[in-house]
């Protein structure tokens, strides 16, 4: 595969450290509450146990995610100065770290305490090595949920308005918002739609509900409207 | 010559499924859609198959899978005209025919690389397809060999290959798997009733649906994807003349392609291998084999046929697992499979068995498919270039169009969409970062598959040698501890590699503070001051006067 990490030593590439640190910890969030979430049945064999597959879905993403983040080319954060320097600052968070194991094994017992301390390694260890691309990829990211909020709204608005309007209303200010404004733009694009939804709803008649809208129609423009478009 | 009987009595029967007006629609539909869907760069076959999947429901079996291999088939026909014209790969398995494609456009050989990739695809897809057609029967009797204990095995292997073949993300490839087995374990556990993972929500009781995490992972993403993005200039050159030499051409490398159809045909039936290695292994042979090596990469016509001819061997191979044993080797028969299921076909050992004529018509109709797509194109190309000059943002806005379709008509939920959306702005996020959403997919249907079969299979175990005490069960768990030996030694060898770059090129750090640093201990060391001292003996400094 023609796709690979870059393996600059300097910097890494942008939002991989960020990504598999929020995987890993979804992944350890979902470990831990695997006791809570699935059973596991006296008397059955152990592979047709219901928690055997989701362990081992669940324990392999914990694992394989674990390494991969382990083995990112990346680089440590510029610490301040003076905390580079300190030597008390180091034991004092060795210290932390011991407290803060022993404490909740003991409070939480062993078990329950591991994926909270792994936890908690795992935010310390990406604030130690998340570098300032990652903030700058993280903001791409959220910038997608406005595509993924206009999908939401055309899913919304079809059982109220009707397939027909919404997709070609959809396709016209889709295509205006992503600065396509000249009128063969704006022709394709509800060309486009018309087609979609004959092609769909009339000729192949896939499962799309009426709108509610449809009901004011009159007598048999309703019901025709209902069952193509 | 009863094997050759037999398949000639087959496919008299099997050609009267194929005659019916549906198939022969579907047949022109799926051809012509797919290379169109090819020939434009950023909708995939994966993306056109899943937005298309649920519409398929609703036809019969033999017609929707017929529009679904059509699209399968015939998009990497049409992937290569982008690959070859505009360096740009129509799909992302005609990355290879760029190295070779584009250097002959440049060349101003555009027709001749074109026509070449024309009749290099058509021979890999009847080559794999006879072959697959004559195996057939031969599969017919092996088939039945696979017991539950076997397509378990099949289901590991593959999973593991496919886990194995993205170099450098194995693991990460690994999570993603394993994050596709437990997104497959959510809801209710068919055979004691427990719920799994529901955090007590009665829209996770069901289960995620496959189609909907299809359609997020690469319909949905894909549009997000093009919808960020910003527009590609376009410069397309005219095409005249006919398109018929390549078939010459091709005559005159009869072992290249030979080969390099077989090299696809092999590794499209081992599940979870597929075009990248296929054409990986033919590309590398023809160059080792090639009197002139050194063009390889610069417009070599050789290079060209082994990567076009190894991948469109591809489709048809991977046919195999899929019906014989119900295994898919990828996501595209993974979606496939999803057919199957909706019309209560089990692909399988008894599909062979009692449905035999359904199968060789399936394959009858990738045969047909094959000549459809190359006199299509042999008139078409001209025309059928511009869709190259489509806007990227306007294909988003119509795969999004189109991805409600494909969500929404599958059960009428907003659910549903949710999910959906939510995938699609993870796989936009695994696509940004180049990391691999296929073992996802794969992880969900062949995880699915190994938790049924392991149940069954460990009813009749005693000791754990009982579970490879057949022969096929034997061969399977040797080929997947071969594997993983290998994947391990070649790890080991580039750590050992890396580690050797690293002691070679180590040099001097070139950032800033570490010049400055450098400067100034040359300036103040003993050393330092004596080569200044030297130094300006020989170059006095510049005066006025001098």
């Known amino acids: ?229 | 010559m009863d094997l050759i009987y037999d398949f000639l009595a087959q496919v008299q029967a099997s050609s009267s499924v194929l005659a019916r007006w549906d198939v022969v629609l579907a047949l022109l539909v799926g051809s012509v859609g797919g290379v169109l869907i090819g020939a434009i760069p950023g909708v995939g076959p994966a993306v056109a198959i899943a937005i298309l999947l649920p519409a398929t429901f609703s036809m019969d079996p033999i017609v929707g899978l017929t529009v679904l291999l059509g699209i399968y088939g015939s998009s990497m026909y049409g992937g290569s005209i982008p690959a070859i014209l505009i360096n740009t790969p129509g799909t992302a398995v005609n990355a290879l025919t760029t190295y070779d494609g584009y250097p002959m456009t440049t060349r101003g050989e555009a027709r001749r690389a074109l026509s070449l990739a024309y009749s290099s695809s058509f021979f890999g897809g009847i080559f794999s397809v006879v072959c697959l057609i004559f195996f057939a029967p031969i599969l017919a009797k092996i088939a039945p060999m696979f017991g539950s204990r076997e397509i378990f095995l099949a289901a590991l292997l593959g999973i593991i290959l496919v886990v194995t073949a993205h170099r450098k993300h194995t693991l990460i490839a690994a999570a993603m798997a394993c994050f596709g087995i437990w997104l497959n374990t959510i809801g209710l556990h068919p055979a004691s009733y427990s719920k799994r993972y529901t955090f007590d929500q009665s829209w996770l009781s069901g289960g995620v649906n496959l189609i909907v995490v299809v359609l997020g992972l690469f319909a949905l993403s894909q549009a997000f994807t093009l919808l960020h993005g910003d527009d590609e200039k376009v410069r397309l050159t005219k095409l005249k003349g006919s398109f018929f030499q390549g078939f010459r051409e091709l005559a005159r490398h009869p072992r290249i392609a030979g080969i390099s159809a077989t090299f696809g045909v092999v590794m499209g039936m081992i599940p979870g291998v597929g075009e990248f290695t296929a054409q990986f292994m033919s590309y590398t042979y023809a160059q080792k084999s090639s009197k002139r090596p050194e063009d390889f990469g610069h417009g070599s016509s050789e290079g060209l046929i082994a990567a076009e001819t190894a991948n469109n061997a591809v489709p048809g191979a991977a046919m195999v697992p899929l019906l014989a044993l119900g295994i898919p080797g990828e996501a595209l028969t993974a979606m496939m499979l999803s057919v199957f299921y909706v019309h209560n076909v089990i692909p399988g050992p008894q599909l062979f068995q009692n449905d035999m004529d359904f199968v060789v018509a399936l394959y009858l109709a990738l045969l047909i498919l094959n000549v459809l797509v190359v006199a299509f194109l042999l008139v078409a190309t001209n025309q059928l270039i511009k869709v190259v000059k489509i806007p990227n943002r306007f294909l988003g806005v119509c795969i999004l169009v189109l991805s409600f379709v494909g969500v929404y008509s599958l059960r009428n939920s907003l659910t549903d969409c949710i999910i959906a959306a939510a995938f699609g702005i993870f796989g936009f996020v695994m696509k940004r970062m180049q990391l691999p959403v296929v073992p996802i997919v794969l992880g969900m249907v062949l995880g699915g598959i190994m938790e049924v079969k392991l149940r069954s299979a460990m009813a009749r175990v005693k000791t754990p040698l009982d579970f490879i005490d057949r022969p096929i069960a034997a061969i399977l768990f040797g080929m997947i501890v071969l594997v993983l030996a290998l994947h391990f030694r070649r790890v080991w060898l580039d750590y050992k590699e890396r580690k050797k770059d690293e002691w070679q090129i180590s040099h001097a750090s070139t950032s800033f503070p570490a010049i400055l640093s450098r400067r100034r201990n040359y300036i103040l060391t003993e050393r330092g001051k004596k080569l200044r001292a030297k130094r300006k003996t020989f170059s006095r400094r510049l005066t006025d006067k001098d």
């Open chain 1, 1 to 229: 595969m023609s796709d690979e990490i870059t393996e600059h030593p300097d910097r890494p590439q942008r939002g991989q450290v960020l990504f598999a640190a929020l995987f890993l910890i979804c992944a350890t969030l979902l470990l831990a509450a695997i006791e809570d979430q699935t059973k596991w049945l006296k008397g059955k064999d152990f592979f047709a146990q219901p928690r055997f597959w989701p362990a081992i879905g669940v324990g392999g993403m914990v694992l394989f995610t674990a390494l991969h983040f382990w083995h990112l080319p990346r680089k440590p954060r510029r610490l301040p100065r003076w905390m580079r320097e300190a030597d008390w600052f180091q034991w004092a968070e060795s210290l932390f770290w011991a407290v803060l194991a022993i404490g909740l094994a003991l409070w939480l017992g062993p078990i329950a305490a591991a994926p909270m301390v792994f936890l908690v390694a795992i935010i310390r260890v990406t604030w130690l090595y998340q570098h300032w691309t990652d903030r700058r990829e993280a903001k791409i990211w959220a910038s997608v949920f406005e595509w993924a909020g206009w999908f939401l709204a055309y899913v919304l608005l079809v059982p109220l308005i009707g397939y027909l309007p919404v997709t070609i209303a959809f396709s016209l200010i889709l295509t205006w918002r992503v600065g396509y404004r000249s009128r063969l733009m704006m022709w394709s694009a509800g060309v486009f739609a018309v087609t979609v939804v004959l092609v769909f709803k009339s000729f192949l008649q896939v499962k799309i509900p009426g709108a509610a809208l449809y009901e004011y129609l009159p007598g048999a423009l309703r019901s025709f409207f209902i069952l193509n478009f």
